[in-house]
């Protein structure tokens, strides 16, 4: 399966014109090359607030029990 890249504008930093960004949505990861952000999806919900500390511990698990389900359906 090929990556599907996007170039967006970072929500990190100050206005810009031109998309400095690039989310990967198969790997889950995204970069901005003009801030140097970088992370996944959890690290990104952290940096705008978007997830408490207790809710990324259920997040973390319930992504590890979707993996072993699926390990498990193959």
């Known amino acids: 399966m090929p ?3 996007y170039d ?3 929500p990190f930093h100050g206005e810009q014109r031109e998309p400095t960004m690039v989310v ?3 790997q889950g990861i995204y ?3 003009d801030c140097g952000t970088n992370g996944d999806v959890l690290t990104a919900l ?4 978007k997830l408490e500390q207790g809710e990324r511990y259920e997040t973390q698990a ?3 029990i979707e993996l072993e ?3 498990r359906e193959r």
């Open 3 to 5: 990556d599907k890249t």
């Open 24 to 26: 990967n949505t198969t």
């Open 31 to 33: 970069h901005c090359f």
């Open 69 to 71: 389900l699926a390990r």
């Open 62 to 64: 319930a992504d590890s």
């Open 46 to 49: 952290r940096a705008i607030g």
């Open 8 to 10: 967006i504008r970072c």
